[in-house]
């Protein structure tokens, strides 16, 4: 399972399966993924850097594992 942080909205953040995402569509509302079991979710902003994020998963165990900023 490769798992990634997206941003959902200012200061809210998901992390989304990356093995689990069927397509990506861009329009007005922003960036929507669309997943295998016919969920959604609308991030801000555009497909471009969301791309860059989801080809760069993080293992589950480095999400459990994180450092207080």
Known sequence: M???IVELEAGHTTVVN???ITYLREDVYGTAIHFTSGEHIVCPGDIAPLIAKL????SPE???IQTVR
Do not use: E, K, R, V
């Open 2 to 4: 490769n798992l990634a």
């Open 18 to 20: 990356t093995d689990q």
């Open 55 to 58: 080809h760069n998963p993080q």
């Open 62 to 64: 480095n999400l459990l």
